[in-house]
Nanobody, 124 residues
Framework: QVQLVESGGGLVQAGGSLRLSCAAS????????MGWFRQAPGKEREFVAA???????AYADSVKGRFTIARDNAKNTVYLQMNSLNPEDTAVYYC??????????????????WGQGTQVTVSS
């Protein structure tokens, strides 16, 4: 069983930055791609970023150039550095373990395990 614990969310003003962390337990972290998703009130869960075991990354168009995903296999942790935040980034952010070692798309069905989420609120 894999457990994921996100942290780092909070309230920030527009233009500010936050770094989210996701600590994973279990042996699948080093052999699995990892992803970040977000869900705003009344909206579907949407893909934000993913990172494969070889550190190749993928991003949603809405966050390209502002967000950076990284992983530390020694700490079983994946990070999401978020810069130039705007109110449209307000959502609950979830990390997830993919069902394979490489990025296979933005569909949440491609991810097997999910964290409990951390709230990010960006004020204007």
């Amino acid at each position: 069983q894999v457990q994921l614990v996100e942290s780092g969310g909070g309230l920030v003003q527009a233009g500010g930055s936050l770094r989210l962390s996701c600590a994973a337990s279990g042996r699948t972290f080093r052999t699995s791609a990892m992803g970040w998703f977000r869900q705003a009130p009344g909206k579907e869960r949407e893909f934000v970023a993913a990172i494969a075991v070889n550190a190749m990354s993928a991003y949603a168009d809405s966050v390209k150039g502002r967000f950076t995903i990284a992983r530390d296999n020694a700490k079983n942790t994946v990070y999401l550095q978020m810069n130039s935040l705007n109110p449209e980034d307000t959502a609950v952010y979830y990390c997830a373990v993919a069902n394979g070692p490489y990025y296979s798309g933005s569909d949440p069905q491609s991810y097997d395990y999910w964290g409990q989420g951390t709230q990010v609120t960006v004020s204007s």
